[in-house]
C-alpha cells in the first residue's frame, strides 16, 4: 500500500495571512493523482485542489496552490489570505493513476484566527 | 459538480444486526468506488475498493465476511456491515470515480450505531 504522510497535526494561521501544509508520500508509480481535501464540521469531503503527477505546473484554484515536488515526493498546499471559513481538517490524497487505490494522510486540523 | 448519494445518513441498530448502507453516483458513471471508515478526528482508513461486476478488493485487517461490498451496477455500490457489534460503531464514507479520469467525489458519510 502507499503512505501518505501529514506531519503537522494541528495549525493555526492569523486571518488574511498565508499557511502552508505539508504532505509526503512514498510511490513506486509513476504516474498517479494528488489531491487535498477539506472536510469541515459536517464531514462532508470537499476537494480543494488536484494535480496529476505528470503535469510539471503546480495546480492552482484561486486562493489554494500547491507546490509539487515529484523528485522529493512533496505535495504541499498553501493557503493564501486565510479566511474563517477555511478552518477545517484538511487531508492529502494520492490515487494510483489505474484508480485501484485512494489513501488518506492522517490530517492536519486547520484553525483560522480572527 | 457530480453528486453522490449515501443513504442512509445515520443509523442506530442493535447488536447481532445487518445494517446495508448504499452508495449511489447520481450523475455519472462509477467502474470504482471506495469504501472508508473513520473514527472521531482521526483520518479515513480505506476498508476496500469495490470495482462494478467483479469482487471486491479488501484492505489488511478488514474482514470481508463481516463488510460485504456489492457493486452490481456502475451507478451503486452497497457496504453491508453483518452481524455488527458495537465496535463496529463508526462514520462509513464512500466516494466514487468518474470513469476514465482521476475525478473523485464523496458521499455525505453514514454514522452507524450499533447498541
Known amino acids: 500500500a502507499q503512505t501518505v504522510t501529514q506531519s503537522q497535526p494541528e495549525m493555526s494561521v492569523q486571518e488574511a495571512e498565508t499557511v502552508t501544509l505539508s504532505c509526503t508520500y512514498d510511490t513506486s508509480e509513476n504516474n498517479y493523482y494528488l489531491f487535498w481535501y477539506k472536510q469541515p464540521p459536517s464531514r462532508q469531503m470537499i476537494l480543494v485542489i488536484r494535480q496529476e503527477a505528470y503535469k510539471q505546473q503546480n495546480a492552482t484554484e484561486n486562493r489554494f496552490s500547491v507546490n509539487f515536488q515529484k523528485a522529493a515526493k512533496s505535495f504541499s498546499l498553501k493557503i493564501s489570505d486565510s479566511q474563517l471559513g477555511d478552518t477545517a481538517m484538511y487531508f492529502c490524497a494520492f490515487m494510483e493513476h489505474t484508480g485501484n487505490q485512494f489513501y488518506f494522510g492522517t490530517g492536519t486540523s486547520l484553525t483560522v484566527i480572527p | 459538480g457530480a453528486v453522490v448519494s449515501q443513504h442512509p445518513s445515520w443509523v442506530i441498530c442493535k447488536s447481532g444486526t445487518s445494517v446495508k448502507i448504499e452508495c449511489r453516483s447520481l450523475?455519472?458513471?462509477?467502474?470504482?468506488m471506495f469504501w472508508y471508515r473513520q473514527f472521531p478526528k482521526q483520518s479515513l482508513m480505506l476498508m476496500a475498493t469495490?470495482?462494478?461486476?467483479?469482487?471486491?478488493?479488501?484492505e489488511q485487517g478488514v474482514e470481508k465476511d463481516k463488510f460485504l461490498i456489492n457493486h452490481a451496477s456502475l451507478t451503486l455500490s452497497t457496504l453491508t456491515v453483518t452481524s455488527a457489534h458495537p465496535e463496529d460503531s463508526s462514520f462509513y464514507i464512500c466516494?466514487?470515480?468518474?470513469?476514465?479520469?482521476?475525478?473523485?467525489?464523496f458521499g455525505e458519510g453514514s454514522r452507524l450505531t450499533v447498541l
Open positions: 450523475d455519472f458513471q462509477a467502474t470504482t
Open positions: 466516494s466514487a470515480r468518474v470513469v476514465g479520469t482521476g475525478e473523485l467525489f
Open positions: 469495490s470495482n462494478e461486476g467483479s469482487k471486491a478488493t479488501y
